[in-house]
């Protein structure tokens, strides 16, 4: 079994990690970077689009 895996990044601080899309709350849900804290929506912390497509297919 292949595991997938969504880049991250945060818009504040630019910190960038790897999450398990399945791992994720819902696109829409706020979500706050684990280094800086800030909150926005997770859609807003998806590095490419790709990343978020990935994370559609698994909600």
């Excluded at 684990?34 to 790709?50: D, G, I, Q, Y």
């Amino acid at each position: 079994m292949v595991e997938a895996f969504v880049r991250l990044v945060c818009p504040e601080c630019t910190k960038e990690w790897q999450e398990n899309p399945s791992e994720l709350p819902k696109l829409r849900t706020n979500f706050s970077c684990s280094n800086c804290h800030a909150t926005r929506r997770l859609t807003e912390f998806m590095r490419t689009e790709r990343d978020l497509e990935t994370v559609r297919q698994f909600q």
